[in-house]
């Protein structure tokens, strides 16, 4: 079945670049997704990048896919305090009609 | 702005009393889904809905419901909570997934605690 995988926590420097990884094994997704959770809120999606993509950049978040290794990443510039949350990689998939989370990557963000 | 909104943002009920959670969207999108989520957990697809078409994920409990009595709106009834019920919900919509994009728009959650 449909399965997405995170690591759980990274701890960075404020100033420094974080990358949180995924890797996705359905290879009918077409979107894959980051969302941010702050804590006690819902998700809020920070961006997407189309299957036939291989990078995408907006602002300060790079998103970088490797479809043939079935591996996305987010890499935040820069990265702020504010940045602390939760970030949830998740697919969509084509079979399923549904949104495929994983169990989220908890970034750190010290002074 | 178009916006999923959710009520209430914090709801505690007792044990085996029946509760239900509140979603409405401006969007106008055909489907709205509700998850549960529970601590250091990943959203966990309940139920949806296109338009007035209920679909039921196959290893929901039969203690979660849900009604959806016009576009905009959407319930989420729990008839008997458990303590492990006590979760965030989380209300999302979207249109339908024919097109060139896809996403779902989500609400802010209503953490239910249950005593």
Redesign the interface.
């Given at each position: 079945g449909e399965d997405?995988e995170q690591s759980l926590f990274l701890s960075v420097r404020e100033g420094d670049s974080s990358v949180i990884n995924c890797t996705y094994t359905d290879s009918s997704s077409?979107?894959l997704?980051w969302?941010k959770q702050e804590p006690?809120?819902?998700?809020?999606?920070l961006t997407?990048i189309f299957s036939n993509m291989d990078m995408k950049q907006d602002q300060r978040l790079t998103v970088l896919l490797n479809k043939k290794d079935k591996h996305l990443s987010l890499r935040i510039a820069d990265t702020q305090t504010g940045d602390s949350a939760i970030y949830?990689c998740a697919e969509?998939s084509?079979n399923t009609?549904?949104?495929i989370?994983?169990?989220?990557t908890t970034l750190q963000v010290k002074p | 702005d178009a916006m999923v909104i959710q009520n209430p943002r914090y709801q505690v009920t007792q044990f085996g009393k029946p509760v239900t959670l509140s979603c409405s969207q401006t969007l106008n999108h055909n489907v709205m889904y509700w998850y549960q989520q529970k601590s250091s957990q990943a959203p966990k697809l309940l139920f949806h809905y296109y338009d007035k078409d209920f679909n039921n994920e196959a290893d929901t409990p039969d203690n979660f419901q849900s009604r959806r009595p016009n576009t905009s709106f959407c319930f989420l009834d729990i008839r008997s909570p458990g303590l492990g019920d006590a979760a965030m919900y989380l209300c999302a919509t979207s249109r339908p997934r024919t097109g060139t994009y896809y996403e779902q728009y989500f609400g802010p959650g209503t953490r239910l605690t249950v005593t």
């Open positions: 997405v077409t979107y997704y969302y006690g809120a819902g998700l809020q999606l997407y949830f969509f084509s009609g549904k949104l989370f994983g169990q989220g | -």
